[in-house]
């Protein structure tokens, strides 16, 4: 039923197919990571966000996961680098962690659940509020 395993290694040697397959997603990954933290450290440098050092934290894990994935493609060519592989994967991990435990107040901040029921009173109050004001605005100006 279950066939033999096969080191990853030894099917992208004997496959073509499979090596380009692996080459090409492996790189794409690796640029939506890249991408993605390079943007989420502009973001923070530049937007001055309130959670600056969470979001710093985020990216770095996940350029750090960009940076592991890359070197795992090139341990399929350059067996000598699973070791240097092996120690990104761990500090990748760890730093994902703290990232991780570093957002879990941030969201409970950011994030309140809410229903429809409240979210509706809101709203309602503050079109009131704003009647008022405009109210306010108009009987100065007249």
């Not at 030894?10 to 943007?39: K, Q, R």
């Not at 937007?47 to 090139?74: H, T």
């Not at 409970?108 to 709203?123: A, F, S, T, V």
Request: glycine share 4%; charged share 15%; with cysteine.
């Amino acid at each position: 039923m279950f066939k033999k395993h096969i080191p990853l290694k030894e099917v992208l040697h004997n496959d073509p197919a499979a090596l380009i397959s692996y080459i090409v997603g492996v790189t794409e990954i690796v640029i939506f990571f890249l991408t993605l933290g390079a943007v989420i450290l502009i973001y923070t440098k530049y937007a001055r966000a309130a959670n600056a050092k969470v979001a710093n934290w985020l990216a770095w894990s996940i350029i750090l996961c960009a940076v592991s994935r890359a070197v795992g493609l090139l341990c399929v060519w350059h067996g000598s680098l699973y070791t240097l592989n092996a120690i990104l994967c761990n500090i990748t991990g760890m730093t994902s962690i703290v990232a991780v435990f570093m957002m879990i107040p941030v969201v409970r901040r950011i994030i309140p659940i809410r229903d429809m029921e409240q979210l509706n009173e809101e709203i309602e109050k503050a079109k009131q509020r704003l009647q008022t004001l405009q109210n306010l605005k108009q009987g100065n100006a007249g």
